[in-house]
Nanobody, 117 residues
Framework: QVQLVESGGGLVQAGGSLRLSCAAS????????MGWYRQAPGKQRELVAR???????AFPDSVKDRFTISRDNAKNTVYLQMNSLKPDDTAVYYC???????????WGQGTQVTVSS
């Protein structure tokens, strides 16, 4: 049984920081690319971070230089460090795990991030 359990979301003031965590089970974690999408009402779903099995990372311009993704293979956990948060970062953030070869994605339940102005 594959499960991705997210934590760390909440309410924060503009300019503040949050650290999201995603703990995975039921997969060979070290073989999977991991990442985060976000979805805000009235906006397109947006990939905000991805990290490969080898540790390479990618970010869109909207979060580049503010967000950092990392992974701890010993803990089967991926993190999203979000700094200098803006109200436009308000969204539900979803963790994903990407299966090698097929690229099939497993998803977490989502965690709400709200940034007040």
């Amino acid at each position: 049984q594959v499960q991705l359990v997210e934590s760390g979301g909440g309410l924060v003031q503009a300019g503040g920081s949050l650290r999201l965590s995603c703990a995975a089970s039921g997969i060979i974690f070290s073989s999977h690319a991991m990442g985060w999408y976000r979805q805000a009402p009235g906006k397109q779903r947006e990939l905000v971070a991805r990290i490969t099995r080898g540790g390479s990372t990618a970010f869109p311009d909207s979060v580049k230089d503010r967000f950092t993704i990392s992974r701890d293979n010993a803990k089967n956990t991926v993190y999203l460090q979000m700094n200098s948060l803006k109200p436009d970062d308000t969204a539900v953030y979803y963790c994903f795990s990407e299966t090698p070869g097929t690229m099939y994605k497993y998803w977490g339940q989502g965690t709400q991030v709200t940034v007040s102005s």
